[in-house]
């Protein structure tokens, strides 16, 4: 299998990390997350951002689910309720907005896992979260398991960066890349967890070349380990497509900054390798998505292209002029 070009080091980003949850350079806007560039203040719209555009399937059960258990989990309250119009009412507003602070909130669990994955990347002291510990403990077991070398804090190790914001300036969009690592294989394929071996599809082992590899964390407390969608290769064939990964002081972190210079920024190396690494509290599922960048990857990448006019046109799209007419016929038409 073909090596991958040789990275330099690059160090991971933690100052500020206990005060901002959001990535580096990243800017939260009524349009959603976007990146900007320190180079010329230019807003990028980030990856996941464009790929919000994809109607998710999954939603709208998930929240009716969601829902359904919480009315149920308090029936009296809700039979209570229902003797006066205003308790009704308060208890139906509430109920409504319940699944949308459980969404928050688990992002929020997410944001908290990568941090801590993070700072166990880097060596870095972090305040403990019982929590995220479970998630912890499923990536600790992916890196013994993976053969991951962490080496000593400051030394080498075979994760080359840790949640780095890369940009791709010439087609507008960035993103965060959370693990560039090192991975070494036995054999250029790896056979499939036998209980997620699928039944109606031949369980193909799938190709793991070993070398520099792109891996996106994914923690739900939901959602098997084994969970793909469709989105996921669009996500990967975009992070694996930008340009230049930025290692910034925090002075850079936001808009158009003075002291940017060429050596923040690095390339973005080939990759033997993309994958995403699911957590879970009591498992991980590692599944690598293509390895050499081939027509099906090309694919992902050109819808996720695709994506992004229609994310600038419902942007910029204006629906308050838009308003039903008057009738020809009515006489008084101005
Ligand atoms: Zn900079």
Partial sequence: MNAPAPVQD???????????????????????RFYSDPGTGV??????????????EGLPQGAATFTTDYMINRLPELLRAARDPDDLAAFRKKASFAYKEEWERRAELG???HRQ????????PIAPDPEVEPFLDSYVRWLSDFGVNLGTPGGPSDIKAAECTVLNRSLGYGGTSDLWVHLRFPSPTSPLVPKHRPRKVPANPLPTPSGLWLVDVKTSIKYPASLMRESFPMQLAALRRAEVAL???PECRYGAAEGHDA????????????????????????IPLTAAPDEEEQRAFDAFLGLHPVSDYVDDLDLRPYKPIQPPTRRDAA
């Fill in 117 to 124: 994955v993070e700072a166990r990347n880097l060596g870095a």
């Fill in 10 to 32: 690059l160090p991971g980003w933690d100052e500020n990390a206990e005060v901002d949850l959001g990535p580096p350079h990243a800017v939260a806007t009524e349009h959603g």
């Fill in 263 to 286: 050596s923040h920024e690095h390339p973005v190396p080939p990759f033997a390798g993309v994958a995403i690494l699911n957590l879970r509290t009591d498992a991980y599922g590692f």
């Fill in 247 to 249: 290692i910034c002081p």
């Fill in 43 to 56: 807003l990028l719209r980030s990856v996941t951002n464009a790929i919000d555009q994809l109607a998710k």
């Fill in 111 to 113: 944001s908290r896992t």
